[in-house]
C-alpha cells in the first residue's frame, strides 16, 4: 500500500486500505495486479487517468515514425552519381527511415534489365554497412525496385 505522497504504508487487508482511502475523499487503485501482494495506491483516480495520459502523449510525441525515402534514377546512372545516392541513402538508413530506390527502363533498357540489376547490386554494397534489403528485387512493369531497412 503507497500513499499519494509515496509513503509505504506496508502490507494492509483490502478492507482496511478501502476506509484509509475513504477517510482521506481518495480513490484506491490497484498499480499492479500481478504482484504478489498486490500493489495498490491511494489516490484521485481522475487525475492518476490524465497524468497515465500525458504519459503516454509525451513518448509518443518523441517517438520518431519511419519514413519512406525513395531514389529514382535509371539503368545507366553514372559511378558517381551512385555514390551521392548511396550515402545520402547512409544517413537516411542511420536516421531510421527507410530507403526504397526504382530503377525506370526506358525503350530499349527493357531489353536489358540485367543492367539495372547491376546498379542495384552496386547499391547494395555501398549501403551493406548501414542497412539491408527488405526483400529482393522486384520488376513491376518497366521499374525496378527494392526498399532497404536498418540492420
Known sequence: M??????????L???????????KG??????????NPPVAKIL????????????????KAKSKKSELKEFRF?????KG?????ISRALKFL????????????MGREQDFPQIGYEK?????????EKGKPESPAKRIGNILSVTYVTK
Do not use: M
Open 13 to 23: 487487508k483490502t478492507q482496511d486500505a478501502l476506509k484509509l482511502a475513504e477517510e
Open 26 to 35: 481518495l480513490d484506491l487503485v490497484i498499480i499492479s495486479e500481478g504482484a
Open 81 to 85: 552519381d551512385l555514390d551521392t545516392r
Open 94 to 105: 542511420e536516421g531510421g527511415d527507410r530507403v526504397k530506390i526504382s530503377i525506370k527502363l
Open 74 to 78: 535509371g539503368p545507366t546512372i553514372d
Open 44 to 59: 484521485e483516480f481522475n487525475k492518476y487517468l490524465y497524468d497515465e495520459r500525458k504519459k503516454a502523449s509525451a513518448s
Open 120 to 128: 542495384i547490386t552496386k547499391f547494395t554494397e555501398g549501403v551493406a
Open 2 to 11: 503507497i500513499t499519494r505522497e509515496g509513503e509505504n504504508l506496508g502490507v
